[in-house]
């Protein structure tokens, strides 16, 4: 969950003042901002429909994704913790196989909306504003990978 | 569908110089860890039989195993997947469930340390994985994952 200031600048994350995500463990090449999470509710790809949320998840905040991903900045990282709550409302605009080598299923699109908080131990927090979102992507499916393929 | 070529020199705070290979223009962005795979280093997963060495480890914990998917930045090798049609945005490996993504834009008001309140816009990349996976332990699990 990574906050701009101003206007987004994703190629040189330039505008970016925070970076809300679980970390990478072991770093570098374990899990990537990957944590457990309360179960979801029913996902339903018919509709496009899914609910995803969870509450003072345990966070770090790495400021900007370069110092994420690379940990060049002192302190590396601060505390934070954050909550969301993401709906899947369709509807489903499209839908298609996986075609990734070594995964199959199938994928729909759909839309989603989100609303979120966050803060970190340096006294900084943020409150989304519940209107004026725009999905720019969103996404369900059932995959296998791996030894399940 | 947006790509972002990540050029680290102008990253308005680089990675120290010894780190940076100029010659290393890769595709990423949380916003768009989107279709195009350019730069992605062996993005290859094993298919087939089910490996009797899997269910032999004997791994400390339940814990999903990362994608196999890896890519290269700067010297750096990371397990992660893009998204896009037709990708599995899974981030674990040996998977089976649903998946969900979401890449949504906004506003919403920050508190500063000092007390002071601004407007900023925030840009997500979040997706759950729900089903059952081998967790690193070589046993079939079953779980929930987000990827925050």
Excluded: C
Excluded at chain 2, 85 to 106: T, Y
């Amino acid at each position: 969950m990574d906050l701009y200031r101003g206007q987004y600048d994703l190629t040189n994350f330039s505008t970016q003042v925070h970076d809300f995500d679980p970390g990478i463990s072991p770093y570098p090449g374990g899990l990537f901002w990957t944590v457990p999470i309360p179960a979801i509710g029913p996902v339903e790809l018919g509709t496009g429909r899914a609910r995803m949320r969870a509450t003072n998840l345990a966070m770090k905040d790495y400021f900007d994704i370069p110092s994420a991903l690379f940990r060049f900045e002192s302190p590396v990282s601060v505390g934070a913790s954050a909550s969301f709550d993401i709906h899947w409302h369709g509807p489903v605009s499209s839908r298609g196989r996986v075609t990734t080598a070594g995964s199959s299923g199938q994928l729909v699109m759909s839309q989603a909306t989100m609303t979120w908080s966050a803060h970190n131990d340096f006294g900084f927090s943020f409150v989304s504003n519940p209107s004026g979102t725009k999905s720019a992507f969103a996404q369900l499916g059932h995959v296998k990978n791996g030894v399940f393929v | 569908m947006r790509s972002s070529i990540l050029d680290m020199s102008q990253w308005a705070n680089p990675p120290p110089v010894g780190l940076v290979s100029h010659h290393v223009r890769h595709v990423l962005s949380r916003r768009t860890f989107l279709g195009s795979m350019a730069g992605v280093a062996g993005a290859t997963l094993g298919t087939g039989l089910f490996p009797t060495n899997v269910l032999a480890a004997k791994a400390p914990n339940a814990a999903p195993k990362p994608t196999s998917n890896q890519i290269t930045l700067n010297g750096v090798t990371f397990s992660l997947t893009f998204f896009g049609p037709g990708i599995d945005p899974s981030s674990i490996g040996d998977f089976n469930g649903f998946v969900g993504v979401a890449d949504v834009q906004g506003t919403g008001t920050a508190t500063n340390p000092d007390g002071s309140t601004e407007t900023l816009l925030y840009d997500t990349d979040m997706r759950f994985m729900s089903g059952v996976y081998v967790g690193q332990d070589g046993a079939v699990h079953k779980g929930t994952f987000g990827f925050v």
